[in-house]
């Protein structure tokens, strides 16, 4: 699959999210997505579920439960990384950084899958601690990264509890 092509698929993921009825907007007009992060393996094995990567397809396997979803995410944004690559800058709010932090060091060197809507987008390796910002990063073009930037603060404004600080 080609990167023009992949690019193409994944906007088109973005505008069938966004028009899905399942998905309506809630009260402040905000899309109602879910952003998960799960453990995953590269083999299969008791209790886990085969998922494709939409990005790079490939097969892994997922730990049923979540490890840190939306309510996790303080926000991301669209970054370079250190290969001048385009990349995802996720910064978790406290209790997430917590979450991160126990998940990474328990599951070095091997796939953290990111789901949005059921859906594994991507399955980076975990390559160090993750505690106050993650970086995503690998072969993604600058339209994935935008898109994958926007499913994850779309659902972080939408599932996050109500406080003071986050009263739009």
Not at 112 to 127: K, M, T
Not at 142 to 157: G, K, P, R, T, W
């Amino acid at each position: 699959m080609t990167s023009r092509f992949r690019s193409k698929l994944l906007l088109l993921v973005v505008c069938l999210v966004a028009s899905h009825p399942t998905l309506a907007d809630d009260a402040a007009g905000r899309s109602r997505v879910r952003v998960e992060f799960r453990r995953a393996e590269k083999n299969p094995a008791d209790g886990l579920v085969e998922a494709t990567v939409a990005i790079g397809p490939r097969k892994i396997y997922l730990h049923k439960e979540p490890d840190a979803t939306n309510r996790d995410i303080a926000k991301a944004r669209a970054i370079v990384d250190r290969s001048s690559r385009p990349a995802v800058l996720v910064l978790f709010t406290p209790d997430g950084a917590k979450k991160m932090e126990r998940l990474s060091k328990e599951h070095q060197d091997r796939p953290l899958a990111i789901l949005v809507d059921g859906q594994v987008v991507a399955a980076p390796e975990v390559r160090t601690v993750i505690s106050e910002q993650a970086v995503i990063s690998g072969n993604f073009t600058q339209a994935e990264i935008d898109a994958l930037v926007a499913f994850i603060n779309a659902d972080v404004f939408y599932d996050k509890p109500k406080s003071p600080a986050n009263n739009e």
